[in-house]
């Protein structure tokens, strides 16, 4: 058994094994409160697009086959039914949303969920998805950068009027408002990633296409100290991949935290589980292993 300390471990959805399926999603929400967890991070895609015949390519790995829950709706139901555990967007692809919109939304959802979410935010991948939404796939990392200042101001300010390259509010505001400021924090890969989350962001979560998690986490910290923000104050959540067995994940969660990460999430996707019960026995082993 390896014992976490200070580190807030939850667990991935994982909706693209579940068919899109309610009861999952109640099923795997319950059990992760009752295990110990503390929250629960889903992914984003609002549309899935077949990828063959594509200019430019689509390079990401979910495809029209892949189901998919709106991470906001899902954590609304779930606030309803539990009492303690939190909720992360890993990422919401919000460049491709309206500001105003999702300044609502999540608004909403904090109000709800009583202060139990933290907003993850992306780019994305999926230039199909964009067109389907009237957005500009090409200009997604400046707008995600504008709306971050914006969605804060939406948040903080009972009226805002706000000229940016995107977006427009001329005198306005959204009632009611967070009781308390929402965490953004961003994902992503490559150097553009990092350095804007260590301009703008509260925290950043590492996914899957990160080889060395721990190398990453560093050289995101250094840019957060060269911005001039505090390291301290700034989080780092990474998805752990392995699927090497519960103790493995263990040993990987206590590396994390060792070096200073704050957040950790189990994934349960690619083990060849094909019911729910099989997620919830898995993340129950890991909590087990945990010492939760």
Do not use: C
Request: net charge negative; no cysteine; glycine share 12%.
């Amino acid at each position: 058994m390896v014992k976490t300390l200070l580190m807030f471990i939850g667990v991935v959805y994982p909706q693209i094994e579940l068919g899109g399926r309610p009861e999952s999603v109640r099923r795997i929400g319950l059990a992760t409160e009752a295990l110990g967890y503390d929250h629960l991070l889903a992914y984003d895609h609002v549309l899935g697009a077949v990828h063959e015949g594509r200019e430019p390519p689509l390079t990401g790995p979910y495809t029209e086959h892949d189901p998919f829950h709106d991470p906001l709706m899902m954590f609304a139901y779930l606030a309803g039914m539990t009492q303690r555990l939190g909720f992360f967007s890993g990422i919401l692809i919000l460049p491709q949303r309206q500001t105003a919109l999702v300044a609502r939304q999540v608004a909403d959802l904090d109000l709800f969920s009583g202060g139990r979410f933290r907003l993850g935010v992306g780019v994305g991948w999926n230039h199909v998805e964009y067109d389907a939404l009237g957005q500009d796939f090409k200009t997604r990392g400046a707008r995600q950068e504008e709306q971050i200042e914006l969605l804060r101001r939406l948040w903080a300010e009972p009226v805002v009027d706000f000229t940016g390259r995107f977006d427009r509010i001329d005198r306005a505001g959204t009632a009611p408002r967070p009781t308390a400021p929402v965490p953004i924090w961003l994902g992503g890969w490559g150097q553009r990633a990092f350095a804007r989350a260590a301009r703008v962001g509260d925290g950043f979560v590492f996914g899957g296409r990160v080889d060395n998690v721990i190398e990453q986490w560093n050289l995101m910290r250094d840019l957060v100290d060269q911005a001039g923000r505090s390291v301290d104050s700034f989080g780092g959540e990474a998805v752990v991949f392995t699927k090497h067995g519960p103790e493995a994940v263990a040993e990987r969660i206590a590396s994390w935290e060792a070096a200073g990460g704050t957040h950790a999430a189990v994934n349960t996707m690619g083990h060849g589980f094909t019911e729910t019960e099989q997620h919830v026995d898995y993340i129950a082993m890991v909590a087990q292993a945990l010492g939760r």
